[in-house]
């Protein structure tokens, strides 16, 4: 067996790349996969607690890489998925302290036991970014409707290409339909059209997704949750499935025309 | 009263207005991230560019393969490639009547 490894990296911090990485690789293991999620963002780790697994760290990712544990002691079971394993970023050192070819023997070791290897990338293009991309096959950006956000997108995106991971696929997160319906935010043709790359897939902004992370569940757990349902279309599309992207558009009833030119702004989606 | 308000703007010239803050972020951010392209152009790019621009004009006309010159200038808000290239003889094609 030979496993595949993707990074998911942004540029811009804040976007979501962590919380994009928790879902991902609980999605593929909710898809019956073997999974190990990797936090390389030394000296700034948050995969533990989006994950719920903070209280369970012992060994970290550069205990391994330095040869103080096996590298199965630094692996940590999830508590729901039987088949998900996260490997924690060191807190007290950083990014410096590994290099991209000690992160890359290590995958290639994981690679031979588990299905997908999903690399969170810490914010920036220096050492921590050139480290993750460092052993991927494929490359996931993440972004946001926001000007900043894909002007960094679109860096990463070069810098990716420079690197040889070719087409990386872009996730939009936090999509408020009832702006985008308003004009006032980018919707996902405008990012298409600006940064020239494939959509992997749009996440709506959801309340359900801040509730779930602070009790460290990520939020494809929740049933409910529109953007938990988002995460689960793009871990099938990451797998090989063809899901149409979710359909963002807001209802437009008469009674929601009525709503909107009262100014009155309900977040309601339709899906499939 | 109340149709005639419905049918005032449809969402579609509302959501492509372009005095909008979406058209206003579109506009910024193409203007931005080709200007940041452009400083990151590496010079084997316009290498292989011209290379290629060189070889296609070759087919058509009798180049001096010495004298040309190839650069991706910034004028303002747009891009222009500009080349100049001497033809060493002007083919009878190009002769006016």
Not at chain 1, 126 to 144: D, H, L
């Amino acid at each position: 067996m030979k496993g595949k490894t993707i990074v998911v990296t942004s540029g811009k911090g804040g976007v979501g790349k962590t919380t994009t990485t928790a879902n991902i690789g609980a999605g593929l293991a909710l898809r019956g996969h073997r999974v190990v999620v990797i936090d390389t963002d030394i000296g700034l780790r948050n995969l533990d607690v989006v994950m719920g697994l903070e209280n369970r760290i012992v060994y970290d990712l550069v205990d391994a890489i330095e040869g103080r544990c096996k590298l199965s002691q630094a692996m940590i079971r999830d508590r729901q998925l039987q088949e998900l394993y996260l490997i924690p970023a060191a807190q007290t050192r950083d990014k410096n302290c590994i290099s991209a070819e000690q992160l890359t023997d290590l995958c290639h070791n994981l690679e031979q036991e588990f299905d997908y290897l999903i690399i969170d990338c810490p914010a920036g293009i220096e050492q921590g970014f050139r480290n993750a991309i460092g052993p991927a096959q494929e490359a996931i950006v993440v972004t946001t409707p926001e000007v900043s956000a894909i002007r960094d997108a679109d860096r990463v995106i070069g810098l990716l290409e420079a690197a040889e991971l070719h087409h990386p696929r872009l996730i939009i997160n936090r999509i408020r339909p009832g702006m985008v319906k308003r004009g006032d935010m980018l919707d996902k043709d405008d990012i298409v059209e600006l940064l020239a790359v494939d959509i992997l897939g749009l996440v709506p902004a959801d309340d359900r997704l801040i509730t779930a992370t602070n009790q460290g569940v990520p939020v494809i757990h929740d049933k409910k949750a529109l953007s938990g349902m988002a995460f689960a279309r793009i871990a099938a599309r990451i797998d090989g499935d063809d899901v149409p992207l979710m359909d963002l558009e807001p209802k437009s009833g008469l009674m929601d025309r009525v709503r909107y030119l009262m100014g009155i702004n309900r977040s309601e989606y339709t899906h499939a | 009263m109340l149709s005639k308000l419905l049918r005032s703007r449809t969402p579609n010239d509302i959501r492509d207005a372009p005095d909008n803050s979406r058209s206003i972020a579109k506009n910024r951010l193409n203007a931005a991230l080709s200007r940041d392209r452009y400083d990151l152009l590496s010079p084997g790019v316009v290498e292989l560019l011209e290379r290629d621009v060189l070889a296609a004009i070759s087919r058509h006309l009798d180049v001096d393969s010495e004298f040309h010159e190839m650069e991706i200038r910034r004028l303002n808000d747009s891009f222009y490639l500009v080349a100049s290239v001497r033809i060493q003889a002007m083919p009878r094609w190009a002769a006016a009547s």
